[in-house]
Structures are given as C-alpha cells and as structure tokens.
C-alpha cells in the first residue's frame, strides 16, 4: 500500500476515534444531586421502593461495543443511615449488584470521595463472562452507583475511568 493511502487511513481512524471521545457528554440530574458523563443519551428507569428506599433512579447508556453505562442514585428511608453503619450498607449493595448479575468480586477496596464513605469494585464472570467496574459512594440519606458492564478488559477501559471519574455530586 502506498505511504500516502497509509496515512490518510491512519488520520482517517485518527479522526474518528477524537469523533468517538467527543460523543460524551455531562448528564446533571439535580433532583437526585449527581452529574455523569455518558457516551450517549441515557435512558430513565425509576426503581421501586422498598422498605429502605424512599426513592430510586437509573440510567444507562450503551455504546457501539455494547459496553453499558450506569448511574443510580437511591434515597434510603428516613432513619436508615442512623440504624446501619455506612460499611452494612455499601456490603449490602455491593452483594446485592453481585447477587443481581450472578458475577464473581474480584476487587473492592475503598476510594476516596471527599465527604462521603465510598468503595470501588471489579466483577467478573458476570451474567454471560462480562465484567464490570463500579463505585458505590454514600452520602448523607443518598447511595450513588456508577458503573460499566462489558467485555473482559472494561475494567481498564479509558471509557470506564472517564465515566468513573466523570462522577460529581450537585447540589439540590
């Protein structure tokens, strides 16, 4: 292939990866105090409640590769923070993704995220061999989750840390 071709392909693919990493956008959700950036727009999904959530509400993305993205936010009963010890809680969400996406943890340790108790986690072997990377933060009555579900490998994906760290609490 001549050098000229060569490197028209390779701006070409230059180009639409820069494309690809433009696609992402900040997301604010106000009412539930959290923004995130996503690769596409996310769609809502309100969570029931429970007899320790007041409120709840997803959303996810997908991008061409088929990696999903998530944000929740959870509003727990008035009263439950004061009955369980912020380690219970976040164990008990990081069980219940586990349970949710039959996936094996590998990784949890905690992370810090100025005001809040917060812990970051890798999965495997999730649902059909997917893998997951996610960080639960609790603050005040709210337990935030971010997370990204794909291939093998996701968990060291620049898409994952830029949804992982795009993640901001916002004031109400």
Request: net charge positive; glycine share 8%; with cysteine.
């Amino acid at each position: 292939m001549p050098l000229r071709k060569l490197a028209a392909l390779a701006a070409c693919a230059a180009f639409a990866a820069a494309a690809a990493a433009d696609e992402w956008k900040q997301y604010r959700y106000p009412d539930e105090g959290f923004a995130v950036e996503f690769p596409a727009a996310p769609t809502a999904k309100e969570l029931p409640s429970s007899p320790q959530r007041v409120r709840g509400i997803q959303r996810t993305a997908r991008d061409d590769a088929g990696t999903e993205y998530l944000g929740q936010a959870t509003l727990y009963q008035p009263g439950v923070r004061a009955k369980y010890p912020a380690d219970v809680l976040l164990r008990a969400a990081i069980d219940g993704l586990r349970n949710a996406g039959k996936c094996a943890l590998r990784d949890a340790r905690d992370f810090p995220f100025p005001g809040a108790v917060a812990r970051e986690v890798i999965l495997d072997r999730c649902g059909e061999g997917n893998t997951a990377r996610a960080r639960f933060v609790l603050l005040g009555d709210w337990l935030y989750l971010v997370l990204a579900i794909g291939r093998p490998g996701i968990e060291q994906s620049a898409d994952t840390a830029r949804l992982l760290d795009s993640f901001t609490v916002i004031g109400k």
